[in-house]
């Protein structure tokens, strides 16, 4: 089957593959981005065992399960009744193996599950790792995990046998918008591209979430079959997204639900005051995890270089469910909400989340794709009215583009009232800052601006056109 896009991914399964060396290989990302499709599709003729852990299984079944896979490759029988043994095991069947000349990938996919209490399934690795496959160069151990806390802490900031041993690590993320629309057109789902906006704002770039939606329904109709009726199939899927991403997950959740009352961030001392949370380590390690998912971003806050990182939350999903598919809030038929008033409120802040995640090709539009910039938000300061600006792109170029962005359907008309607003922020930007570089305001609305009076005041526009780069 076809992989669609994941062009960087690809690049870089290849030249690991390509290596000479032996690679011990992490891909991790969130519930249904498609993590196993990726490396079970691209490497599918190198792949020489593939054994995936069992949701939420005891340690004896997660054993039996990795032994089966052992079976079924015509390991030599062994007793395998501990992770060492079968570790073990493994070892000795690859090799018994003549050395080839292409690597021979071993694929552990949903490795945290198997991880079970008092296992000593990580000694077991550790000891497979250090103590045979990292001689080996044919070989390629490729990790997988959703559980992203225990990838990150097991993984990647080991201080134990595994500390530094990881060779490649793959943060797969959600599609762009214009790989949104290369699936759906495989997958024979004729969509505009205002459509897969509005799926983008909804179902935030997921390739399993698209696979559900049915041809020949519109977008509407499959929004409400897979998320709103009752018994839809995604309908408890945001309280699984998490479980399934952290041990833990209650603490995650606060932090995003705390995040998705303010588009424009909030900073550590704002999360910890609305989720009860206290600054130290266990919201870094919270809002690291966050961020390694994409779910939210970090950032600095313009103009301000010590305690102004501010987080975002940048997921769409995450956003709708919390809106719409929560028990804190009733739920409300897509079909026949089109002007429901809280529809209406999501839809401008569900655009700015995505326009958010794509960045690149706003930077891409405005010709500075490859000019150092930073990018940041501003809040005013002592200024009354205050001002905000959500997307500022500040370039090497001594110019700063600050963005607005506008949701709609049709053209967005800017009348003397929001022309007046923008000058102010501009007005307002430069009092604050300081700044002596060039002040361009950009306007991202999915239909341009309309003709009018105060078309102008807009030095820049990016459509919805440019998004799907």
Not at 447 to 460: F, I, K, L, R
Request: charged share 25%.
């Amino acid at each position: 089957m076809e992989v669609i896009g994941r062009v960087e991914e690809k690049r870089e399964l290849q030249r690991l593959l390509g290596s000479r060396e032996p690679e011990f290989v992490v891909v991790y990302g969130r519930r249904r981005v498609g993590k196993t499709y990726l490396v079970r599709e691209y490497l599918a003729d190198h792949i020489v065992l593939h054994v995936t852990g069992l949701a939420r299984s005891p340690y004896a079944l997660q054993l039996r399960n990795f032994n089966d896979a052992l079976d079924r490759v015509g390991a030599a029988p062994a007793p395998g009744d501990d992770w060492f043994s079968t570790f073990n095991r493994l070892r000795d069947w690859l090799a018994a193996t003549p050395p080839s000349r292409t690597k021979r990938v071993v694929f552990i996919d949903e490795m945290p599950w198997m991880d079970t209490p008092r296992s000593g399934f990580i000694p077991a690795l550790e000891h497979f790792w250090n103590g045979w496959a990292a001689a080996q160069p044919d070989i390629m151990l490729i990790v997988c995990g959703s559980a992203t806390s225990w990838v990150m802490k097991k993984l990647l900031r080991d201080r134990g046998g595994l500390h530094n041993r990881v060779t490649g690590r793959i943060v797969l993320q959600p599609f762009t918008l214009r790989e949104c629309e290369q699936y759906l057109t495989y997958l024979g789902i004729p969509y505009g591209r205002p459509q897969i906006l509005e799926s983008y704002m909804v179902f935030g770039g997921i390739p399993y979430y698209l696979r559900l939606m049915r041809p020949g329904r519109s977008l509407a109709q499959n929004v409400d079959a897979l998320c709103l009726d009752d018994d839809a199939p995604l309908g408890g899927e945001f309280a699984e997204l998490y479980a399934s991403l952290f041990r833990s997950p209650d603490p995650y959740v606060d932090v995003v639900t705390a995040l998705s009352g303010r588009l424009s961030g909030l900073t550590r001392q704002e999360i910890a005051a609305a989720t009860g949370i206290a600054e130290g380590g266990t919201l870094t390690r919270l809002l690291t995890d966050l961020e390694s998912c994409g779910l939210i971003r970090s950032y600095q806050a313009y103009g301000r270089v010590s305690r102004g990182t501010l987080y975002q939350l940048v997921d769409p999903f995450t956003l709708f469910a919390l809106e719409f598919m929560t028990t804190r809030r009733p739920r409300m038929s897509w079909l026949v909400g089109v002007d429901n008033p809280r529809r209406r409120a999501w839809t401008g802040y569900a655009f700015e989340s995505v326009c958010l995640t794509h960045i690149d090709a706003i930077k891409t539009a405005l010709g500075v794709r490859g000019v150092l910039t930073d990018v940041s938000s501003w809040r005013s300061g002592p200024s009354s009215p205050g001002a905000q600006i959500d997307l500022v792109i500040d370039r090497r170029d001594q110019t700063i583009n600050l963005c607005e962005m506008k949701y709609g359907s049709q053209p967005y008309a800017i009348d003397k009232a929001y022309a007046e607003t923008l000058e102010r922020k501009r007005t307002v930007f430069r009092a604050e800052t300081g700044t002596r570089k060039d002040l361009y305001l950009t306007l991202v609305s999915p239909h341009g601006v309309a003709p009018g009076q105060y078309q102008h005041t807009v030095h820049s526009v990016i459509t919805l056109d440019d998004l799907f780069v």
